[in-house]
């Protein structure tokens, strides 16, 4: 089964270029060998590699720059997608396409299902969902994964952020009133291959699924938890858990307005699969392991 991976310097396709490996031949591009903005080569590049499954990592992530270049967030999040998931509709192929909290509004108590009101408050979340919305008119076989607040060790994120910023400040104000599911590049890679396995075997219908971590924590709550852990293992930083202040959204402006409730309900997907999903802290910890006992004296 031939596989082409899109996106495969970011996040998720960094660790799919390891998880994708038993199902068959992997052709991976990054945005210089397969550029989504430029619908031809695209076009040309799917083509030519004829594959069985096409999975879409790649996107246009840069939440608050997207409130200014719409252009460019559309093109990728929305045009693309829809261009792929007409090739896919064309050539038979199977499309796992990526998608986000950010389609909702964040004004729901409860954790989000697949079936509750979009309403995103974002460009990202708009282009996003109306990538969501192409792949679903154009009729093509697709699994699509809405995730959140996704880190690992490779890339930029918040967790690596924090750890950062931890080793030249003795305080931070991080905020406290937006929740959601911190999950891990390689939680979401293993889940997929167990996905698309699934799909071939009739066990997994094509839609749209809630793929996180278990749990809930805000900003504020993953930050202390990712600097405690650091520095339980031996971590040179400045900053302790204790010095990491709670503000408001309203303190922190930014460009892009973000949902107070990011918490996805993965029940669809756990009943599917016949999984339990781990608590979020299993990976983080995982993660902030191998990035700080390294400057741990041996």
Request: proline fraction near 3%; glycine fraction near 6%.
């Amino acid at each position: 089964m031939r596989i082409v991976l899109l996106g495969k310097n970011g996040q998720v396709g960094h660790e799919l270029q390891r998880t994708l490996l038993p199902l068959g031949p992997v052709s991976a591009f990054d945005r210089k060998e397969c550029d989504l903005a430029d619908p031809a080569a695209l076009a040309s590049a799917l083509r030519e590699a004829a594959p069985a499954v096409i999975v879409n990592a790649a996107a246009y992530t840069a939440v608050d720059k997207a409130q200014s270049d719409q252009d460019a967030a559309r093109r990728v999040n929305t045009d693309a997608v829809a261009e792929i998931a007409n090739i896919a509709r064309a050539t038979g192929a199977l499309l796992v396409h990526y998608s986000t909290d950010y389609v909702f509004d964040g004004e729901s108590a409860a954790a989000y299902v697949e079936s509750d009101f979009t309403n995103p408050q974002n460009i990202y979340g708009a282009t996003k969902l109306a990538g969501e919305a192409a792949i679903i008119e154009s009729g093509c076989d697709a699994l699509i994964f809405r995730t959140s607040w996704v880190y690992s060790n490779h890339g930029g994120n918040f967790l690596k952020t924090m750890l950062r910023l931890a080793r030249d400040r003795d305080s931070l104000n991080v905020v406290a009133d937006q929740h959601g599911t911190p999950t891990s590049a390689e939680l979401i890679a293993d889940l997929t291959l167990v996905a698309i396995a699934a799909h071939r075997q009739g066990q997994l219908s094509s839609g749209i699924y809630h793929l996180t971590a278990d749990g809930s924590t805000s900003w504020h709550q993953f930050a202390q938890h990712i600097i405690g852990r650091a520095n339980d293992n031996g971590a040179a930083l400045k900053l302790s858990s204790e010095n990491i202040h709670a503000i408001g959204t309203d303190q922190y402006p930014t460009a892009a307005q973000r949902p107070k409730n990011s918490t996805l309900s993965t029940a669809k997907l756990r009943q599917a699969l016949g999984i339990a999903l781990p608590d979020w802290t299993v990976h983080a910890n995982r993660a902030i392991d191998q990035l700080t006992k390294l400057e741990t004296p041996t």
